[in-house]
């Protein structure tokens, strides 16, 4: 037996009373409350101080400020009350007030010119990401867009005839080079504020971004890159060799001409006063990460995504990243309150049978390889290790049906685990080494690996009458789903295509997975005999991730099907992946639950027995 206990982190416990439809975990790559934190400079970074009394401590996630054109106030997102929705706050901190309170999401914020009107981000009237304009006077919000695409980072003329946007629309979202990540593929367009006159201003086929006005409110300076760059520099931590350019373009025209600028994920190009521009550099590497001039002059250091400069241009605010210990579990909004929503501070949670305890494996770091097992105890959040790994890697444990095992993976999964370095052409290639299914009890003894081989193995589910498991194989010339005999050892083929994820339903009859079908991941059921194959799914986009309610009625499930909602560089998300669903187990009344620029997924429903225990 072997405990490394590791932390009694701190819990937002759950309410003594919950939804009777349920109360499910979810793993959020990044944008965890306390993350990210808005603060406020002189724009060389002298006298830096959080904008708001307590940055990454608090109800939410504070970030995207933006200075009014007075002066004298600073609006920045927030999902501090549930949804993210705009507030307008002081530059001294004071004054803090709610201007949205729709349960869409609002974000991006770009005042006009007089400071009488915003123009924002919202998914308001279909869930997808549009414009939309605000009279400040009346909170009276009306749509400016329209589509499916995505609209992001508006910005509006200096003369206030015309507002610059960057979007997706008439763009395809294609799969990056050997990986189901999607590209990025954006344009600028302008649109007048009475919705008139849209018109595209870049040429297609990669992505520019973040467009501003300069003073003749003719010309818009904005970051550009190849779509497959897009990949890359959505990460936190990038490589190098992405390089972005930073670009002024003639909005009448359509002429574009290059900034001299240093190299570098360069991105929130902003014209300053003094015929200067500040930028964000997204580089971690030697420090070099913060805000720069292109006229040399020093700026804040760190790990800055979004930035505004007052009026002036002496001051800036900015949200940037902030390192915190991540709760073993914290609330967070769900559209719909009969489904209770939690954020889990590590990797791929799955409940225990009873619903005390929650099993998930530790999140991706800078070492490619040595990744642990983790059972929480969810009433207080406290955390064991029960297997530890030196040179290979754990993912995507489960609870065998009567609580005594937790079967998982073992193997160095380069696609999760190594920064997209991995990249897959054909089937050989998702063989990574060889992965393993095993086993192993919740006190971290009797650990024995069930295969063996050089294939890649993983994702197992054990049915409810514990005999038999369901797993993925890759191999080196196909793939599919496998069922073995714990007893015996025998192995049965259930599928033959690109298929992952599978769960066996609590109530033994049907196994749920995602194929890779019509150039998307979609959800299907199949029953353990190879019959009755079901697909539950018909998106644009990826669905997997998949968890079944305890009853086997219900599928959560994480999707991108509403597509991207900013610009990729800012969310250090590795996909527009991140929202999540619920369906019942026929792929009916499917219902959103999430609605946010960052990435959710895997999901694990949490038994109704502890739902209804008495907090301690």
């Known amino acids: 037996m072997r405990f490394l206990p590791i932390t009694l982190a701190m819990f937002a416990g759950l309410a003594a009373e919950t939804p009777e439809q349920g109360t499910i975990a979810v793993a959020r790559t990044f944008g965890n409350p306390g993350q990210v934190g808005i603060f406020i400079a002189a724009s060389d970074g002298s006298g830096e101080r959080p904008l708001l009394s307590s940055p990454g401590v608090g109800p939410g996630t504070d970030y995207d400020p933006v200075w009014a054109p007075d002066g004298s106030s600073i609006v920045f997102t927030s999902d501090r009350s549930g949804s993210a929705d705009l507030y307008?706050?002081?530059?001294?901190?004071?004054?803090?007030?709610?201007?949205?309170?729709?349960?869409?999401?609002?974000?991006?914020?770009?005042?006009?010119?007089?400071?009488?009107?915003?123009?924002?981000?919202?998914?308001?009237?279909?869930?997808?990401?549009?414009?939309?304009?605000?009279?400040?006077?009346?909170?009276?919000?009306?749509?400016?867009?329209?589509?499916?695409?995505?609209?992001?980072?508006?910005?509006?003329?200096?003369?206030?005839?015309?507002?610059?946007?960057?979007?997706?629309?008439?763009?395809?979202?294609?799969?990056?080079?050997?990986?189901?990540?999607?590209?990025?593929?954006?344009?600028?367009?302008?649109?007048?504020?009475?919705?008139?006159?849209?018109?595209?201003?870049?040429e297609s086929g990669n992505f520019c971004g973040s467009p501003k006005w300069m003073a003749d409110s003719r010309h818009v300076v904005a970051y550009c890159m190849t779509a497959e760059q897009t990949l890359a520099n959505r990460m936190a931590h990038i490589d190098g060799g992405a390089d972005t350019q930073l670009v002024s373009i003639d909005a009448t025209t359509g002429v574009s001409t290059g900034l001299a600028a240093p190299p570098g994920v360069k991105f929130n190009p902003s014209p300053l006063p003094g015929n200067d521009l500040g930028y964000v550099l997204k580089d971690k590497a030697n420090g070099r990460a913060g805000i720069y001039y292109l006229s040399g002059k020093p700026g804040p250091r760190g790990d800055i995504r979004a930035a505004s400069w007052s009026p002036d241009g002496k001051r800036v605010v900015f949200h940037k990243r902030l390192s915190i210990a991540l709760p073993a579990l914290q609330k967070t909004f769900s559209r719909n309150p009969e489904y209770e929503l939690s954020l889990t501070g590590t990797y791929i949670p799955a409940y225990s049978p009873s619903g005390d305890r929650f099993v998930t494996n530790s999140r991706p770091s800078a070492n490619p390889l040595g990744a642990s097992l983790f059972v929480t105890t969810a009433a207080t959040g406290h955390s064991e290790v029960v297997h530890q790994e030196k040179n290979r890697n754990v993912l995507a444990a489960q609870w065998a049906p009567k609580g005594d095992k937790i079967i998982f993976s073992i193997g160095e999964f380069g696609a999760f685990f190594n920064n997209f370095h991995e990249i897959f052409m054909k089937p050989a290639d998702r063989v990574e080494g060889g992965a393993q299914v095993a086993i192993v009890n919740p006190d971290g003894s009797g650990f024995e690996e069930l295969t063996a081989g050089n294939d890649n193995n993983a994702f197992p589910s054990v049915a409810p009458d514990g005999k038999r498991?369901?797993?993925?194989?890759?191999?080196?010339?196909?793939?599919?789903?496998?069922?073995?005999?714990?007893?015996?050892?025998?192995?049965?083929?259930?599928?033959?295509?690109?298929d992952n994820f599978p769960l066996w339903s609590p109530r033994g009859d049907l196994i749920m997975f995602s194929r890779l079908v019509d150039d998307a991941y979609e959800i299907h059921t199949i029953k353990p005999d190879g019959s009755s194959l079901k697909r539950l799914t018909f998106t644009r986009g990826n669905d997997a991730h998949m968890a079944w309610s305890p009853d086997g009625e219900h599928i959560a499930f994480a999707s991108s099907r509403m597509g991207f909602k900013d610009e990729v560089?800012?969310?250090?998300?590795?996909?527009?992946?991140?929202?999540?669903?619920?369906?019942?187990?026929?792929?009916?009344?499917?219902?959103?639950?999430?609605?946010?620029?960052?990435?959710?997924?895997?999901?694990?429903?949490?038994?109704?027995?502890?739902?209804?225990?008495p907090n301690p």
């Open 469 to 498: 498991f369901v797993y993925r194989t890759f191999t080196a010339d196909g793939y599919g789903l496998r069922i073995m005999n714990f007893e015996t050892k025998a192995v049965t083929t259930l599928t033959r295509d690109y």
């Open 88 to 202: 307008r706050v002081k530059p001294d901190g004071s004054g803090l007030e709610r201007l949205t309170t729709d349960p869409a999401y609002d974000d991006q914020a770009s005042f006009s010119p007089d400071g009488k009107q915003l123009v924002f981000v919202s998914t308001r009237g279909g869930g997808n990401a549009v414009l939309w304009l605000m009279d400040l006077s009346t909170r009276r919000a009306k749509a400016l867009t329209s589509g499916k695409s995505g609209d992001f980072r508006p910005a509006w003329s200096r003369n206030g005839k015309w507002i610059a946007f960057s979007s997706g629309r008439n763009n395809p979202s294609p799969f990056a080079h050997g990986r189901w990540e999607r590209l990025q593929l954006a344009d600028i367009y302008i649109i007048r504020p009475d919705g008139s006159g849209l018109k595209k201003i870049t």
């Open 569 to 613: 560089v800012y969310t250090d998300a590795p996909q527009p992946y991140g929202e999540l669903f619920v369906m019942r187990y026929d792929g009916t009344h499917i219902e959103q639950l999430t609605d946010n620029q960052w990435e959710d997924g895997t999901p694990a429903w949490q038994p109704t027995a502890a739902r209804h225990a």
